[in-house]
């Protein structure tokens, strides 16, 4: 099954067209107009949208392992360093 992903504003716009041109299922928070949602809301909108929250921003990761230890259910998260 393939994985659609929510792509962050952090993850720089190259990436995001590569995967694009490769046939990824993707969609931005810039297309979605949620790029000014706090993070907690946007992975919520991500996880909404069915989509694994794509990111560079560390915060995310911090945010992914809270709710786990929560028990707060999230689509998943790709983080990687910038």
Same mark, same amino acid.
């Given at each position: 099954? #393939? ?9 720089p716009?190259?990436i *995001?067209? @590569?995967? =694009? ?12 107009? *949620?790029? !000014?949602? #706090? ?7 991500? *996880?909404?949208? $069915?989509?694994?929250?794509? *990111? ?9 392992? !809270?709710? @786990?230890?929560? $028990?707060? #259910?999230?689509? $998943?998260?790709? =983080?990687? =360093?910038?």
């Amino acid at each position: 099954m #393939p994985v659609a992903f929510y792509m962050d504003v952090h993850v720089p716009v190259a990436i *995001t067209e @590569q995967l =694009h041109r490769r046939g990824v299922d993707l969609m931005t928070a810039i297309e979605e107009r *949620t790029n !000014q949602l #706090p993070d907690n809301e946007l992975l919520v909108a991500a *996880t909404a949208a $069915g989509r694994i929250m794509f *990111t560079h921003d560390i915060r995310f990761r911090a945010l992914a392992e !809270q709710w @786990q230890r929560e $028990g707060k #259910p999230f689509a $998943g998260l790709a =983080h990687g =360093h910038a």
